[in-house]
Nanobody, 119 residues
Framework: QVQLVESGGGLVQPGGSLRLSCVAS????????MGWYRQAPGKQRELVARITSEGSTNYADSVKGRFTISRDNAKNTLYLQMNSLKPEDTAVYYC?????????????WGQGTQVTVSS
């Protein structure tokens, strides 16, 4: 079982920056692929960025060049640095952990943190 707790959301003006954090419980954080997802009102949850246990990353086209995902395995913490924020980035952001063990996916979600981009 992995518990995920996000923080760092808030209200920011267009063009501003925020850094989200996600702290994971347990001692196998480094083995999980970690990701940030978001869900805007009336829309489906979508992948924002993902980082594997080896450090490989991928991003949604809409955030490439503006967002950076990183992890600190010593602190069991996942980060999302968000720059040049746009109103369309407004959503609840969720932390995700997943790992494939013995032919089965294990997946966990945080409770979400609200990001609002507005002037």
């Amino acid at each position: 079982q992995v518990q995920l707790v996000e923080s760092g959301g808030g209200l920011v003006q267009p063009g501003g920056s925020l850094r989200l954090s996600c702290v994971a419980s347990g001692n196998v954080f480094s083995l999980y692929t970690m990701g940030w997802y978001r869900q805007a009102p009336g829309k489906q949850r979508e992948l924002v960025a993902r980082i594997t246990s080896e450090g490989s990353t991928n991003y949604a086209d809409s955030v490439k060049g503006r967002f950076t995902i990183s992890r600190d395995n010593a602190k069991n913490t996942l980060y999302l640095q968000m720059n040049s924020l746009k109103p369309e980035d407004t959503a609840v952001y969720y932390c995700n952990a997943r790992r494939f063990i013995f032919s089965k996916w294990y997946e966990y979600w945080g409770q979400g943190t609200q990001v609002t981009v507005s002037s």
